[in-house]
């Protein structure tokens, strides 16, 4: 079977498809990802703009006919950050269904968090206790487990995109457009951070792809030489100085700063000022990088609900790859619960 991913976020749209083997794995044989900005000039008004759907509906209307020649079987298609606080994203969710035929739906924040878990666990295996943290370009997820059981899951609106557009107003940034982003997203994750305090972990990661652009654009700063993309990290010290560098940054010095992708430079420095209050507000000295992300979550989210019961092969080899517990259980099957996150989820700091 052929199975199609499609995850349309705040800042990109992404395609995956991969064939399931009869042996349960899933082979990749198609990856593509576009950048285009959904959320751009909606996300301080809660609206998508009509240049940025027509964007985003090209894009799908492109992936719609590579799955057409791939022949794609099944196709799983979700929608984030910028679409679920929309008010005009349920319009937009027909749009696609009604004229691309693409089963797109919308995903709550709680929903979002334990796909990325699943997708984390399955690229980097772990039974320690971890916390995992993602910042996109409207949301960021925290997620605290141990392989087994999923402690803790939050998703809150400190999306780089969308804290830009909340906040930023200046090249570079004024002062005091910096210290109330500063001041925002430190109320924002103090709630978070009180509810991690309960929580022990032995080791933290970061997973999305402005955190890990922000670790290698430290690293040539610091080290001056390009990193070991399977060794990336970034400690408190080090953050807090690229965020001081990135704070004092026009747009113009950013898009040369190596490691950091010159279409999101204006995330570096929200991102980077949200991620650092994060690790002071939990008290995480280091930050890892680990590869996964919702669309393999989706993935095995898909081989769970849909082969596991009636396949054993297929729970074999997801034992082999994940590693089975002592009782020879899956460490993530039926111990995902649907339920809302653990903690409540603050709306948005208003200026």
């Known amino acids: 079977m052929t199975l199609g991913i499609i995850d349309v976020g705040t800042n990109s749209i992404h395609l995956l498809i991969g064939v399931l083997g009869l042996n349960g794995k899933f082979h990749v044989i198609l990856k593509e990802r576009d950048l285009t900005r959904l959320g751009e000039g909606g996300l301080a008004n809660g609206r998508l703009t009509a240049r940025a759907r027509h964007r985003a509906m090209e894009v799908l209307a492109r992936y719609a006919a590579i799955m057409k020649r791939c ?18 994203g349920a319009a937009f969710v027909r749009q696609v269904r009604r004229r691309l035929k693409l089963p797109l739906r919308i995903i709550s924040g709680g929903e979002e ?21 993602t910042i996109g370009g409207g949301s960021a997820q925290v997620i605290h487990g141990d392989g087994a059981h999923l402690r803790y899951r939050a998703s809150l609106p400190l999306g780089g995109a969308r804290l830009a557009q909340w906040f930023i107003r200046h090249d570079p940034p004024r002062p005091d457009e910096v210290l109330a982003l500063d ?51 970034i400690s408190q010290r080090t953050l807090r100085q690229l965020v001081r560098w990135l704070a004092a940054s026009t747009a113009a010095e950013r898009i040369r700063l190596p490691g950091l992708d010159p279409r999101r430079e204006d995330l570096a420095l929200p991102t980077g000022m949200a991620l650092l209050a ?15 992300s919702l669309r393999e979550g989706l993935v095995i989210d898909y081989l769970l609900k849909h082969h596991q019961r009636h396949h054993r092969w297929i729970e074999a080899s997801l034992s082999e790859r994940f590693g089975a517990n002592g009782s020879g259980e899956l460490p993530v099957v039926r111990r995902l619960p649907a339920r809302r996150d653990a903690a409540r989820i603050p709306r948005r700091s208003h200026r």
Do not use: K
């Not at 878990?117 to 399955?122: A, E, P």
């Not at 994060?278 to 996964?292: F, H, I, K, N, Q």
């Open 113 to 133: 968090a334990r796909l990325i878990y699943l997708g984390v666990l399955q690229a980097h295996p772990f039974h320690r206790s971890t916390l995992i943290i």
């Open 183 to 233: 001041q925002a997203v430190r109320r924002a994750w103090a709630p978070v951070a009180r509810a991690l305090r309960r929580h022990r972990w032995r080791q933290a990661v970061g997973s999305s792809a402005t955190i890990c652009q922000l670790m290698a654009a430290a690293h040539r700063l610091t080290h001056g030489s390009t990193p070991n993309g399977t060794a990336l990290s």
């Open 71 to 88: 022949g794609v079987d099944r196709v799983e298609a979700v929608a984030t950050s910028a679409v679920r606080d929309a008010a005009n």
């Open 278 to 292: 994060w690790m002071e507000g939990c008290g995480v000295t280091t930050l890892r990088y680990a590869p996964g």
